[in-house]
Nanobody
Framework: VQLQASGGGPVQAGGSLRLSCKAS????????LGWFRQAPGKEREFVAA???????LYADSVKGRFTIARDSDKNMVNLTMNNLKPEDTAVYYC?????????????????WGQGTQVTVSS
């Protein structure tokens, strides 16, 4: 399974960005997909995840600002980020797992994309 993330870039605080992740090579396309991020000097952390059936999980820090959406036909997951803050600056990674249920734990994901940089300036 290969995951290709795109859509990062620079943005001013209060602005919006939309990240996309395309999964290819999946046997059945029903595994959960999620997003994690890693800021400079910090450990990678959970952002959002969505199961094939529609269950959604969000980190408290992004609730109400970020929305994860899944296009099962295209085997893609998008992350719409609104009202961005400087503390959202990080490399964002999409991740996939073989099981249907969404998870906030990195160890539950078997497949990882290459990461896309998001830089929010104040």
């Amino acid at each position: 399974v290969q995951l290709q993330a795109s859509g990062g870039g620079p943005v001013q605080a209060g602005g919006s960005l939309r990240l996309s992740c395309k999964a290819s090579g999946r046997a059945d396309g029903r595994g959960a997909l999620g997003w994690f991020r890693q800021a400079p000097g910090k450990e990678r952390e959970f952002v959002a995840a969505k199961s094939w059936s529609g269950t959604t999980l969000y980190a408290d820090s992004v609730k109400g600002r970020f929305t994860i959406a899944r296009d099962s036909d295209k085997n893609m997951v998008n992350l719409t980020m609104n009202n961005l803050k400087p503390e959202d600056t990080a490399v964002y990674y999409c991740a996939g797992r073989t099981t249907i249920r969404a998870s906030q734990y990195q160890a539950h994901y078997q497949f990882w994309g290459q990461g896309t940089q998001v830089t929010v300036s104040s």
